[in-house]
């Protein structure tokens, strides 16, 4: 199947640094969603993204649409110890019905 | 709260019983997704559906496993003679629209002994 490769795959800082993450893929996607799943729950939807190049922000959440639609970043400002948890990034192939989920990139934030 | 509603949370089942996780979706959204998640690692695409059809099943095993989202009542995934490697998290999600943002569950824990 796709694959979605995020990096880093885990990340330790501390609170107030900010951080960034990033997914590529080999193929072509139409749309980038960006998830927080912590122990126990389900993902829950940060950020959606539609167009090449587009940027957007939610809070101290910032993510963009890559120019060539085959990668995304999400950066995060000024991390609190409730950011803590696993990001996935997802999306649907161009024609396609299914959404692929990325391999997550797990943050710890130190107090 | 009109999110997405899975039942059980939890459901623990011997080798060789049924297993039927049930997925009500958000109000106003008629596709249903099915994933699949084991520790540590992403969640893997099962099955898509909507109301009365099944989309897009290339991630369902052939056998033992169905699911259907009938025209009312909640969507159903159904596992039969569960074995040992089917113990996992499955996520239901839904959308207004194909194609579109999807909104998760808190999903069923699978613990097969």
């Known amino acids: 199947g796709q694959q979605l490769n995020q990096s880093p795959q885990s990340m330790f800082i501390q609170e107030g640094e900010d951080v960034s993450m990033n997914c590529t893929s080999s193929?072509?996607?139409?749309?980038w969603l960006w998830y927080k799943q912590e122990p126990g729950e389900g993902p829950v939807l940060l950020i959606a993204?539609?167009?090449?190049?587009e940027l957007t922000s939610n809070g101290r959440l910032t993510a963009q649409f890559g120019i060539t639609r085959k990668d995304s970043f999400l950066n995060i400002s000024a991390s609190i110890p409730s950011d803590v948890g696993i990001y996935f990034c997802?999306?649907?192939?161009?024609?396609?019905?299914?959404?692929?989920f990325g391999t997550g990139t797990s943050l710890t934030v130190i107090p | 709260n009109a999110g997405v509603m899975q039942n059980p949370r939890h459901l623990v089942r011997r080798r060789g019983q049924e297993a039927r996780l049930r997925c009500s979706p958000m109000?106003?959204?008629?596709?249903v997704y099915w994933y699949r998640q084991l520790p540590e690692e992403g969640l893997k695409f099962m099955v898509y559906?909507?109301?009365?059809?099944?989309?897009?099943e290339s991630g369902m095993p052939k056998e033992r496993f169905s699911a259907e989202f009938p025209k009312e009542g909640p969507s159903i995934l159904r596992i039969q003679q569960v074995v040992r490697g089917d113990s996992a998290a499955y996520f239901c999600?839904?959308?207004?629209?194909?194609?579109?943002?999807?909104?998760f569950g808190s999903g069923t824990q699978l613990s097969v002994l």
């Open positions: 193929s072509i996607f139409n749309t």
């Open positions: 997802a999306g649907p192939l161009v024609g396609g019905n299914q959404f692929y």
């Open positions: 109000k106003g959204h008629s596709h």
């Open positions: 559906l909507q109301k009365e059809n099944i989309i897009d």
């Open positions: 999600a839904s959308s207004p629209i194909g194609n579109e943002k999807l909104f």
């Open positions: 993204l539609y167009k090449a190049g």
